[in-house]
């Protein structure tokens, strides 16, 4: 239990629905992130929220829209997808989005998401 | 040029030896770095963070830093089948957010 909690933990969705990752966490924490891990590729950043406000977009296409409707919560929203966007979507938080030594990032469990 | 290099492995060792494992960075500017252990089908744990130069200690882990030569690497001692994992390189980017740049990892096996 990392005090990060992802949901649903598995998805398969069609290239034409709408669904959505929900994350949570417990840890007082002011920041949250969605990183991207693909097979083979390193984690890679798509949003950074700073209490609850966007402060980094890393070029993620449209179809991936984030929402962060308190310090809570991160939702990540999805549409059209596309098969090669299948991947583990891994979200984050930390006490301090300032990126001060010693700010370490907890994940949560992830969610495997799977475009067919 | 990657920003964080690892080796992909696998590094197989047997139980009891000691497990090294190596990255560089590209930007001299970073001064927080974190090793995170992955196992198949999980998410990262933080094991070890280091920020200055030198060795740094926990149990059997050993995290050292060179800034000068832009490496870091960490080191476990007595490995045990259960340290099989992932292990993933992470550097803080300098100044802005708590932006973490992640190498792709090296995968440990090791054999009774």
């Known amino acids: 239990e990392t005090g990060v909690t992802q949901t649903p933990r598995h998805l398969v969705m069609g290239m034409t629905n709408k669904k959505s990752l929900k994350c949570e966490q417990h840890?007082?924490?002011?920041?949250m992130y969605w990183y991207k891990q693909s097979a083979k590729k390193p984690l890679e950043l798509m949003f950074v929220y700073s209490l609850e406000e966007r402060v980094e977009n890393n070029s993620v296409p449209s179809r991936f829209s984030p929402e962060c409707p308190n310090s809570s919560h991160l939702f990540l929203h999805l549409h059209t997808l596309q098969p090669e966007d299948s991947a583990l979507y891994l979200c984050?938080?930390?006490?301090?989005?300032?990126?001060?030594?010693?700010?370490?990032?907890?994940f949560g469990e992830g969610s495997w998401l799977t475009v067919v | 040029q990657k920003e964080v290099e690892q080796n992909s492995g696998p590094l197989s060792v047997p139980e009891g030896a000691i497990a090294s494992l190596n990255c560089t960075y590209s930007?001299?500017?970073?001064?927080?770095f974190f090793w995170y252990r992955q196992y198949s089908g999980k998410s990262p744990e933080l094991i070890m963070s280091?920020?200055?130069?030198g060795d740094k200690e926990d149990g059997r882990f050993t995290a050292q830093l060179n800034k000068a030569s832009q490496y870091v690497s960490l080191l476990i001692r007595d490995s045990q089948p259960s340290d099989s994992a992932t292990y993933l390189c992470a550097v803080k980017n300098p100044g802005g957010y708590n932006k973490l740049i992640f190498g792709a990892g090296t995968r440990l096996a090791v054999h009774p």
């Open positions: 280091i920020y200055s130069n």
């Open positions: 840890l007082g924490h002011n920041a």
């Open positions: 930007d001299r500017g970073s001064q927080s």
């Open positions: 984050a938080s930390s006490q301090d989005p300032s990126g001060s030594s010693g700010n370490t990032i907890y």
